[in-house]
């Protein structure tokens, strides 16, 4: 090979390889790109730890269920305080305020006090056997926000893949303590307004979608 000849075929070789090198080049980008757009979906809203000490000793959540509420107080922080609280006694596993945001009380494994006397496909105490969900503010005067919705499907999803909890399982507070006092009519079980029918349509309707 002439020293021409091999000019030309060194020329040659250097375009393909930087050629190459750039088409690599652009799907690496490409690639962390699409994965960082794929954790940011998978991370949309905010959680932010605060530990509830209201959940059941040594007991581990069979996780069969999701019981929605509403905490039908006028801001998170009064709602995380009393959801928190020693003396009052009630927790839940997230609080999800109205930006979207999620107060992580407690992990699904764990048993929480947010059902009391409730029944369930036929079961009583709701709470060792489902996650409660409290949606910040009061259904009642307020539909639920869309960020509030998405982030509660967002919350829900690897859950109800993980233990194949059936839709049909998930149910509001005022459901699962009607099905208690209508087996029980002569126990006293406290009324509570809470999550309303209409949000909660509107709930299960946005979460079939996204299963679907």
Not at 116 to 144: D, H, V, Y
Not at 174 to 185: F, G, I, L, S
Request: proline share 5%; hydrophobic share 35%.
């Amino acid at each position: 090979m002439g020293m021409y000849s091999r000019k030309v075929y060194f020329k040659s070789f250097m375009k393909k390889k930087v050629f190459v090198v750039s088409i690599v080049a652009i799907i690496l980008a490409g690639g962390l790109l699409i994965h960082a757009m794929s954790k940011s979906s998978e991370n949309r809203y905010k959680e932010i730890p605060y530990p509830t000490p209201n959940i059941e000793p040594d007991t581990l959540n069979e996780v069969k269920g999701v019981v929605l509420h509403h905490t039908a107080e006028p801001t998170v922080e009064r709602s995380l305080a009393i959801l928190t609280s020693l003396e009052k006694k009630v927790s839940s596993h997230i609080v999800v305020d109205c930006d979207g945001t999620r107060y992580v009380l407690a992990s699904p494994t764990d048993v929480t006090w947010h059902a009391g006397k409730s029944i369930l496909n036929g079961r009583e105490g709701c709470n060792f056997f489902t996650i409660g969900i409290e949606f910040q503010g009061n259904t009642l005067e307020a539909p639920l926000t869309q960020d509030q919705i998405d982030s509660a499907i967002e919350y829900l999803l690897p859950i109800i893949k993980q233990y194949d909890i059936p839709i049909d399982n998930i149910v509001t507070h005022e459901m699962v303590r009607k099905a208690y006092k209508k087996a029980h009519p002569k126990q006293r079980a406290y009324d509570k307004p809470d999550i309303t029918q209409t949000e909660y349509r509107r709930f299960m309707r946005a979460l079939r979608e996204a299963i679907d």
